[in-house]
């Protein structure tokens, strides 16, 4: 059996229809069962939430490998960023050590460090600790930036580039290697059936180094607009997100600690080497923003 968490998220939709097509066996840890689709009757459904570990426990009765997708970039009510990411890490990778999981596949982030500006990244870094130092086989992949065409943040720049400016948050020039969701499934499947837990993190990097500029210009065109960006500044989007926040909570449109990731560059140090070593070559953005 395998533990899946974050099984309705934009990796996790991606990679749970590949682990049913080959018969695997899945539990999916789950808040609603209702986001799975039609898939929720092909699983076992573990009710859970990152915040409750009791909840952890259950879920991992009889698992053999756990797949641990499951994050938030923003807080929410019952767990602020570093719960979800960090907190909730160590929690899971503890709770499958007690039940005598055999592996576990954890998906943090490029760039995850205890220095870096942003919370998420923080949160990360411990998190990767704590797998790294738990006495479990473990294999830790550290993508960049993830998309798939109308789903997550590019459903946002997509509506953004049919505005006759398009607004920017800061300068748009931090960097990443974005890569698509369906590659990214395939390198999870590739780690999984190659058996071993390892030292060293493996990058998921697609082959283009992009800009947020250039991103949001690849955007335009794909859907034949040619717009001028519109930057602004970082300390008045950051003032102006916070206020919103102070006044609706976590249910505005976007926090501060989302658009500030898009100030922060997630580059590998190899490329789509790790990537092509699991037999994927990752497919450049422009090439699947074409086909979508
Ligand atoms: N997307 C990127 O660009 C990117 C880049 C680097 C690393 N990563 C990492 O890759 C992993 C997968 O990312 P993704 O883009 O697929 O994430 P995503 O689309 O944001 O999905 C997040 C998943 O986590 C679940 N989740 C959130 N809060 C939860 C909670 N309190 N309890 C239980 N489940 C909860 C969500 O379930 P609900 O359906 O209940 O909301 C959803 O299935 C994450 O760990 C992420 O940090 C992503």
Redesign the pocket.
């Known amino acids: 059996m395998l533990l899946l968490?974050?099984?309705?998220?934009?990796?996790?939709?991606a990679l749970l229809p590949r682990l049913l097509e080959q018969e695997t066996q899945v539990r999916c840890?789950?808040?609603?069962p209702r986001?799975l689709g039609a898939d929720r009757v092909r699983v076992q459904i573990a009710l859970?939430?990152?915040?409750?570990p009791p909840s952890f426990r259950n879920a991992m009765r009889g698992v053999h490998t756990v797949v641990?997708?499951?994050?938030?970039?923003r807080d929410?009510p019952?767990?602020s960023i570093e719960e979800?990411?960090g907190i909730?890490t160590w929690r899971m990778v503890e709770a499958a050590q007690r039940s005598g999981v055999e592996r576990f596949l954890?998906?943090?982030?490029?760039g995850a460090s205890t220095h870096n500006r942003a919370r998420?990244f923080r949160a990360?870094a411990l998190a990767e600790q704590a797998v790294r130092e738990a006495d479990i086989g473990s294999i830790v992949l550290?993508?960049?930036?993830?998309?798939a065409p109308g789903?997550?943040?590019l459903r946002v720049m997509e509506r953004l580039a049919v505005l006759p400016v398009i607004p920017l948050p800061g300068a748009g020039r931090a960097v990443c290697e974005p890569i698509w969701?369906q590659d990214?499934a395939e390198c999870l499947i590739a780690a999984l059936r190659s058996g071993e837990g390892r030292a060293d993190p493996i990058e998921l990097a697609g082959p283009q180094r992009l800009t947020y500029n250039e991103i949001v210009r690849l955007l335009a065109r794909a859907y034949g607009r040619s717009r001028p960006l519109l930057h602004i500044p970082t300390p008045v989007v950051s003032r102006a997100l916070r206020l919103l926040q102070s006044v609706g909570g976590q249910r505005t449109f976007a926090t501060w600690e989302e658009v500030e990731l898009l100030e922060v560059s997630?580059i590998s140090q190899r490329g789509a080497a790790d990537a092509e070593g699991l037999g994927v070559v990752p497919k450049p953005m422009s090439a699947v923003l074409a086909s979508s």
């Open positions: 968490t974050g099984a309705t998220g934009l990796v996790g939709s840890l789950v808040r609603d986001r859970g939430d990152l915040t409750d641990h997708l499951a994050g938030s970039i929410q019952r767990g979800l990411n909730a954890f998906v943090s982030a490029l998420f990360k550290t993508p960049s930036t993830i998309y789903e997550g943040w969701a990214v997630m």
